[in-house]
Nanobody, 122 residues
Framework: QVQLVESGGGLVQAGGSLRLSCAAS????????MGWYRQAPGKQRELVAA???????NYADSVKGRFTISRDNAKNTVYLQMNSLKPEDTAVYYC????????????????WGQGTQVTVSS
């Protein structure tokens, strides 16, 4: 019914930048909060940044001042601009969203994308 498709990951040198995108598609009535998580090898998945439908944002302390989350509600898309990347930012990045599905009785579900690899070389 609903899919989250991420793009924009890749390999970059330390100090470089990448922009991740995540587009939601399917039987969508409304997209509420959206966010990005990451999981490095041997570590737990952690919140990187989140944005509400009203554009309120919050960030992990480790990325404040370097990463910026934004969204385009017309496109049901969330972005993560990552600047001044560090080797410790290397991880699989996952998109997450709370989406109200367009059914007879609309109901909010939580969805995950498939993940996109970000590798930062030193």
């Amino acid at each position: 019914q609903v899919q989250l498709v991420e793009s924009g990951g890749g390999l970059v040198q330390a100090g470089g930048s990448l922009r991740l995108s995540c587009a939601a598609s399917g039987s969508i009535f409304r997209v509420n909060a959206m966010g990005w998580y990451r999981q490095a090898p041997g570590k737990q998945r952690e919140l990187v940044a989140a944005i509400t439908s009203g554009d309120s944002t919050n960030y992990a302390d480790s990325v404040k001042g370097r990463f910026t989350i934004s969204r385009d509600n017309a496109k049901n898309t969330v972005y993560l601009q990552m600047n001044s990347l560090k080797p410790e930012d290397t991880a699989v990045y996952y998109c997450n969203a709370d989406i109200v599905v367009a059914t007879v009785l609309p109901y909010e579900y939580n969805y995950w994308g498939q993940g996109t690899q970000v590798t930062v070389s030193s």
